[in-house]
């Protein structure tokens, strides 16, 4: 079946413009999660979307922002890009049932690179 | 508060020859559980291993076997007759709770010579 999908892959903004990353989970999974990973921070957690509903959320500010559509697929927008937002960012996927229904299953991520 | 460390500076490993990375965690919650992941240069995130904190057995996915050490709450990540391809980030993590936030080690750099 079908893995994570992030698109884009690549994306190079300016300073003060927003973004939007689109990640389209497992057929099935209904948990959605995003990361951001830079080398000076390493991987922190975003949000997490279950059913719609954003369940949890890390300490980022309010430009950081999300939703989940009725089909499981996720997007992530950012406003007023900083260059420290500059980061990849990675969606993760989860079945939450049964024993393995934890395991996150990764997608490529996005690569956002500001200027 | 509730942390994961990971303090090996890059590991470098024989090819065909078994390495093993380190973990510890800090959790006060009883129920929770433990992930390996490998990262290519590509970026993905691989899934590796899970370990539950109420499973009796160690768990093993192949050539991956995690040693987990309850009271010391360690979960070290055995890899057995390690391949070039093996060569990437490892990280350690792990979440509680219901919902599926992971938190993160700063993972371990492994380089497996020919």
């Known amino acids: 079946k079908a893995g994570v999908t992030q698109t884009p892959r690549y994306l190079i903004k300016t300073r003060g413009q927003q973004v939007t990353l689109s990640c389209s989970p497992i057929s099935g999974h209904r948990s959605v999660s995003w990361y951001q990973q830079t080398p000076g921070q390493g991987l922190q957690f975003l949000f997490e979307?279950?059913?719609?509903?954003?369940?949890n959320k890390g300490n980022f500010p309010g430009r950081f922002s999300g939703r989940q559509f009725s089909n499981s697929r996720s997007e992530m927008n950012v406003s007023t890009l900083e260059l420290g937002d500059s980061a990849l960012y990675l969606c993760?996927?989860?079945?939450?049932?049964?024993?393995?229904?934890?395991?996150?299953?990764f997608g490529q991520g996005t690569r956002l690179t500001v200027v | 508060a509730q942390k994961i460390t990971q303090t090996q500076p890059g590991m470098f490993v024989q090819e065909k020859e078994a390495v093993t990375l380190d973990c510890t965690y800090d959790?006060?919650?009883?129920?929770?559980?433990l992930f390996w992941y490998k990262q290519p240069s590509s970026g993905e995130m691989i899934f590796l291993i899970y370990?539950?904190?109420?499973?009796?057995q160690n768990a093993t996915e192949g050539r991956y076997s995690l040693n987990f050490q309850k009271a010391r709450k360690s979960a070290n990540l055995v890899i057995s007759a390690s391949q070039l391809g093996d060569s990437a980030m490892y990280f350690c993590?792990?979440?509680?709770?219901?919902?599926?936030?992971?938190?993160f080690g700063k993972g371990i750099t492994l380089s497996v010579r020919p």
């Open positions: 959790t006060s919650d009883p129920s929770y559980g």
């Open positions: 993760a996927s989860s079945l939450l049932t049964g024993r393995r229904g934890y395991e996150a299953f």
């Open positions: 370990q539950g904190s109420y499973d009796q």
């Open positions: 979307y279950f059913s719609e509903t954003q369940r």
């Open positions: 993590a792990y979440k509680t709770g219901a919902n599926s936030k992971l938190t």
